[in-house]
């Protein structure tokens, strides 16, 4: 009950954040890389570029359809809004609150051929889905012997740090998918990012995951191509380059960490700051590649520390750059407790806990 | 006198229903309204449309009748109402029977083997056969099926062969499944019956999706979905029931009530009218019958169909049966129900003999052909289970291939680790027995 209130009260929070911008634990930076398409441009914001992303699947494949809890009349976040008008309630509608039948009609969809676009209304209640994501989504090709698959699925939720969020409104949740082989895993980092790298989790022959850090719904804004257009999966994006440390992240964390590359640059420091954008399966090359040239690594991101994926990057890197490493490679994350109301200032990895791992590691 | 005034009251709610409610302009619809018909208030809060009482009740199984088990048989397989005698073509009568006794013949010799160590796992269907052949039979052949696990029959009736599914048992080079899950977990593209896994109930708001996608392609075909009694208590049933409700999916749920979940009785898997009762409340036209009576189960599965197509909606089927052979090669079933109750069930309703009996009755069948068929379908699973044991098991690549369409290079390391290992380490692996 408490939660379908607060889930209605989803749509509003961006606008209030929006008068609070300068209290979010973070500044946007738009894309300053190249555009991954050319073409007339339009300034929009995340949850508008989703809605173009999924406007452009509709209209280009006809057996495509959305749904989930209230995404008939546009979603608790907007990224739905006029889609159902557009093209029939028989395209994109609400399901009954139930995310485990949410999951398991998705797949359903998919096994039967169609193009199935599932929103979970926020990451924090992808729980009950989880059998069928682990269990059956995640292995349907390979234990059919890929005589079925469930390959045009995707499931898109909101995750991440909101500001007053608390324990279920603020989680990051791609750690426990992480660690499940069969599954796509897919963080944008913007507009521009959301649009190509979503276009790209709906064509793409398996199931995908697509967490949208909400705080960036409104908060982000960019100049975003018009143009259908996509962003390789499994390909981290160098979104700064740099010669003295590494630091990776995803989401909006990757916003985070820019201000810090700028803080250190201040001390002298050129970080090299990477953005992960696909979670499984990671881009280790890129990463490897920038830490044999700097010989140092942070991971940053939002979820707790232990068992987060911080760890599979840390663990791997260490092995595939053992001679090259001149200082341990240091995550900076959330603390191993559930994520706080009040508390959220002081539990989140900010940029000044980021900054002074930056010059721990740096000193070692 | 409860059950009565339910009654009386929901024929009451009907007529009312059919009276044109006065809407008054500008009246918000959340608002609750009423309109005085034959002295009872018709009213319309979001949540439901019924009318007001003053009389305090409590509502429970008992104030409704339970739902009656259709059947068409008598226990000697005499149709007990001639005009529900389905009219089954006699070639289809033989092919039904004669893939009961194939399923029951296989069934006992692949779980004597499991026995003797040959393969590592195994599900009879013992006593559950007429549930599989009076449904299949009643389906489209191209009708998606998803299936639990007990329901080999679906797939004997489509011709599958148990040729292919020795090799599944196996997991052989084979087997279409390549060797990944355990016995008894069949799939075919081909046959339209989507792979089985073992987490029960996953697979009814997948059969949910599949049929809306099926509506969306107005391909005129239904979705099939069985499942147990006891999976009908997962949360999945819940969610697919609803949806398939409110979404307006052509799906079959089709229950499998055979008494138990391994050792749960119903009685501690539920305590109302079963899991048919709970149709009409999701808003599911819903049909009981007897799942020992080919038959009923036959015109209660070509009735369902008949309705998902034309209405666009779900129904629920619950045969009710009972579980005549252990859970599984793991499960002792004596250590929780007595072979008294068994030998009960067997003498006065197995689906094979009352079939049997029926075709007999009709001259289609005779002992001889009895045995005789007995025989060979016998010689034919034991010829197909050796020649099975000795086809290699695929390739140990085949471990690493459909995790994802393409092999990411992270399970490509992994494949390389792995023939490197065993390129030094292999004399410790059964390397023999793959290709």
Redesign the interface.
Known sequence: MFRRTVAALGAQWPRRMETRRTAAHFTFTPNQTQPPVQGNSEKLNMYQSITSALDIALSKDPTAVIFGEDVAFGGVFRCTVGLQEKYGSDRVFNTPLCEQGIAGFAIGVAVSGSTAIAEMQFADYIFPAFDQIVNEAAKFRYRTGNQFDVGSLTIRTPCGAVGHGALYHSQMTEGYFAHCPGLKLVIPRGPTQAKGLLLSCIRDPNPCIFFEPKILYRLSQEEVPVDDFSIPLSQAEVVRPGKDITIVSWGTQVHVANEVCDLAEKEGIECELIDLQTILPWDKKTVAESVKRTGRLIVTHEASLTAGFGAEIAASIQEECFLYLESPVKRVTGYDTPFPHVFEPFYLPTKWKLLDAVRKSLKY | MLRHLVRGLGLGSRVLRSTPVIRRAGFHRASVYCNDVGGGEMLEFPGARTRWTESLQMFNKDSYEPLPVYRVMDPNGNVINPEHDPKIPDAKLIKMYEGMVTLNVMDKILYESQRQGRISFYMTSFGEEGTHFGSAAALDDKD?VYGQYRESGVLIWRDFGIVEMINQCYGNSL????G??MPV?Y???EKSF??I?S?LT?Q???????????K??KKNLV?MCYFGEGAASE??A???F??AA??EAPVIFFCRNNGYAISTPTKDQYRGDGIGARGPAYGIATIRCDGNDTLAVYNATKRAREYCLKENKPVLVEAMTYRLGHHSTSDDSTAYRSIDEVKTWEEKAHPLVRFRKFITSKGLWTDEREEQFRDEIKKEVLRVFQEGERIKKPPIDVMF??????M????QEQRDQLREHLSEFGQHYPLEQFQ
């Open positions: 998606l087997d279409a499944g390549k990944r899950q977990h799939g075919s593209k989507v792979t896994s987490p996953t009814l708001p997948q059969a949910v999706g599949s049929a809306y996608a099926f969306r392609a979705v949360g999945d819940h969610a697919a609803n949806f409110t979404l291939t459909d995790v994802y369409k393409e990411p290079l992270h399970i």
